[in-house]
């Protein structure tokens, strides 16, 4: 067995040194995944080797990609089987299927006519059959819905080269023992066996030992401690809600330097700009970042310049800055290893640290590994409510008033608000509010409840992944979605967006479309055809005295594809298919 600690580790190997295809590679590149997680680094050399692997690892340590990368790079390199499915996974639940055919999916871009078919109970066969029929490479099924299409011969495991069996004792547990041995022995000898498994059960024990040939074994070990002077919270959140919940958590929490971790390189820069225009310092560190640029940043990081450095795991590696007083751990970690490094760039010098986590609900497990690892109990943290909210906002405006009263010469300010109230007649307080307002572009200290939860279906939020937020589909094929540039942070309401267009535009309010009012814009339904003296009037128009600069929404750029498969899902079981000549991806 094969103990694989840390992705901080430096002598991690680089995803171009485990052996993938030159295609699949491009393809984890683009993903912006920096270095290989523990247990890939671990699992894929010996799967690209041709050897059948027993991985111990849970949701979110990459097991997916250890999976699915060696299965594609055979399949780049081998061409398509002939008869039946090249790859099979099995799954225990149908959205686990339907993640897995997405990560598939994203990870195949480069191989040309790629088709991955997700089956599962409770699904109509048809549509099932002819997905079949047209021949998918890669397959992945719950085992009950497997069996029903072998027995029907709609599934043919002959040409198979990849076994892949995925939460094998979730799968158990659910009593899929008898229908996962007859897939054992109906996919022939010559196929390469890929296991993983959160636990190790003896079930799993006497299974690997029957059908799989001298197995490698790798296990995600757990093994540092940290400073008990790092207190350690936890958030259970949904992805597409992290933002919103960080920004409330940061008004209301002390801190000095904060340093936050995300998976990705994009996902560095993403969030640092997202904190910048929600009035953070904030700045992003990530391998793409030269060397003399990074000690730049956190320089600033330092000096105070810059508040919050947002980074990933390899970004952060020996980082030594007393400043910081919390970590957030925006994604969580794939390994306890790496949050056992995260955490400890706090707490540094004797000081004491605060350390949060996100956690979505498919990732609940790793949170015990962590706690385990860590020898310390992970406190859950409450999103702080308005109330508290409302009182931390005036507490610190109270305090500015403070802070200018003490420091600052006002006489002569003073006189001229003297005149103003004895001209207008208007009370000292009446105008010291009117003055406030303009200080916090504002009449309201009052914070917003906390949004609702997206449209996106909870099971199916790709964890820590962006790409994910919105839809810039608009929902009448006759119209455009717009997107304008004021948002909640500017407390626009749906009625300011319909009254701004139709006075400024000159539109009726049924030709104004679904309003979606995000945190720092709008995206609003407008007619396709609108009228370039339409679109110049509206692009003057000010809403809460600023330019909506409104514009078609292009849409967001990272993987758009994904969200338009998975929109179609669950319920039709299409191929996902890449087309690498014409470009996009198709749904066929
Ligand atoms: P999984 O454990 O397969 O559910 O993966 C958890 C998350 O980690 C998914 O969002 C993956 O896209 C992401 N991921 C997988 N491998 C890497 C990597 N090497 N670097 C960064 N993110 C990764």
């Keep these: 067995m094969t103990d694989v600690s840390s992705s901080d580790d430096p002598t991690t190997p680089k995803f171009s040194e485990l052996g993938l295809h030159p295609l699949v590679l491009q393809a984890v590149q683009a993903q912006g995944y920096e270095t290989p997680t523990p247990i890939q680094a671990e699992t894929i050399p010996a799967l690209v080797e041709g050897r059948d692997v027993i991985g111990l690892a849970q949701t979110g340590t990459g097991k997916t990609a250890a999976f699915a990368l060696p299965a594609l790079s055979d399949l780049a390199e081998a061409g398509r ?64 819905r497997v069996i029903d299409h072998l027995k029907k011969g ?57 059908y799989l040939n001298n197995p490698k074994e790798v296990r995600v070990a757990s093994k540092s401690q940290t400073g008990s002077n790092i207190r350690q919270r936890y958030h259970m959140v949904q992805h597409s809600h992290k933002l919103d ?21 994009q996902a560095t820069e993403e969030l640092a700009e997202k904190l910048r225009a929600r009035g953070f310092k904030a700045s992003a560190i990530n391998g793409d970042i030269p060397q003399q640029a990074r000690e730049r940043t956190i320089d600033m990081l330092r000096s105070g310049k810059v508040d919050i450095l947002v980074a990933t795991d390899v970004a952060a590696r020996g980082l030594d800055v007393e400043r910081i007083t919390l970590v957030v751990n925006f994604d969580i970690p794939h390994d306890t290893e790496s949050y056992v490094h995260r955490i400890g760039r706090t707490g540094r010098a004797g000081r004491s640290g605060e350390a949060i986590l996100f956690v979505t609900p498919r ?42 009263l003490a420091t600052t010469e006002l006489t002569e300010l003073a006189t001229v608000i003297e005149q103003y109230e004895l001209s207008r007649n208007v009370p000292a307080t009446d105008i010291a509010a009117a003055l406030a307002s303009l200080v916090l572009e504002s009449n309201t ?34 119209m455009t979605t717009y997107r304008l540039a004021v948002g909640r942070n500017e407390r626009l309401q749906p009625g300011a967006v319909v009254g701004a267009i139709a006075n400024e535009g000159g539109l009726t309010s049924k030709e104004i479309g679904h309003i979606d009012i995000r ?6 339904d407008l007619p396709k055809d609108l009228d370039s003296s339409v679109m110049r009037k509206l692009s003057n128009t000010q809403i809460q005295g600023r330019p909506i600069d409104i514009r078609p929404d292009s849409g967001r750029p990272a993987r758009p594809f994904k969200k338009r498969n998975f929109d179609k899902q669950p319920g039709d079981s299409r191929n996902f298919r890449n087309d690498r000549r014409g470009g996009a991806k198709k749904f066929s």
């Design 519 to 524: 945190s720092n814009h709008t995206l609003v």
């Design 81 to 144: 089987a002939n008869d039946g499915p090249f790859a099979l996974v099995l799954t225990p639940t149908r959205e686990l299927a339907i993640q897995v055919a997405e990560a598939f999916t994203s990870y195949a871009t480069n191989l040309d006519d790629f088709s991955v078919l997700p089956i599962y109970g409770g699904q109509a066969y048809g549509p099932q059959l002819s997905g079949l029929k047209r021949g998918a490479q890669v397959v992945v099924g719950t085992p009950g």
């Design 445 to 478: 200290l009052k914070a917003d409840p906390m949004p609702e939860p997206s449209r996106g279906k909870p099971g199916r939020d790709r964890d820590g992944k962006p790409g994910r937020e919105r839809s810039s589909r608009p929902r009448d094929e006759n």
């Design 154 to 210: 709609s599934l043919k495991l002959g040409s198979l080269r990849h076994l892949i069996l995925d939460e094998a004792d979730e799968m158990l547990k659910m009593g899929f023992a008898e229908d996962i041995e007859e897939i054992f022995s109906q996919s022939g000898d010559s196929r390469q066996v890929a296991l993983f498994s959160a636990t190790m059960p003896t079930s799993i024990h006497r299974l690997t030992g029957k």
């Design 245 to 265: 919940a960080l920004t409330r958590i940061l008004e209301i929490e002390e801190y000095e330097g904060i340093i936050m971790f995300v998976r990705t390189k």
């Design 363 to 404: 990732e609940q497990r790793l949170l015990g590994s962590i706690e385990r690892a860590t020898k310390q109990k992970v406190e859950p943290l409450s999103m702080p409510s308005v109330e508290q909210l409302t009182n931390t906002r005036v507490e610190k405006f109270t305090k500015r008033i403070d802070d200018v």
